[in-house]
């Protein structure tokens, strides 16, 4: 959806209906808020990780350390995943 919505006095902005609905937004929740560049990105905020960009790359941040056991399994199956993607192309 795309709309134009207008900022008032106080600095506020009202959300649509269908937007708010489709989010499941009610009075009260919060909202995320990202700027970059010229855009405003609004996303609901659930949980305790939130999403940023950092030198262009996705980072995911959830808010406390990840468990050492937790960060060498996904790095061997990510590695594992790789190789087999590699040799396939090998063959």
């Given amino acids: 959806m795309v709309t134009t919505i207008t900022i008032d006095k106080a600095g ?8 708010r609905e489709e989010l499941q937004l009610r009075p009260g929740d919060s909202i995320e808020l990202e700027s970059a560049e010229d855009r ?8 305790h990780g939130r999403m940023y960009k950092k030198q262009g790359v996705w980072v ?3 808010g ?4 050492e056991k937790v960060v060498q399994r996904t790095i061997r199956q990510i590695r594992e995943e790789r190789y087999r993607q590699n040799l396939g192309k090998l063959r």
């Fill in 60 to 62: 995911y941040d959830s």
């Fill in 64 to 67: 406390s350390p990840l468990d």
């Fill in 40 to 47: 405003v990105i609004l996303r609901p905020a659930r949980g």
């Fill in 12 to 19: 506020r902005v009202v959300l649509p209906k269908p937007v």
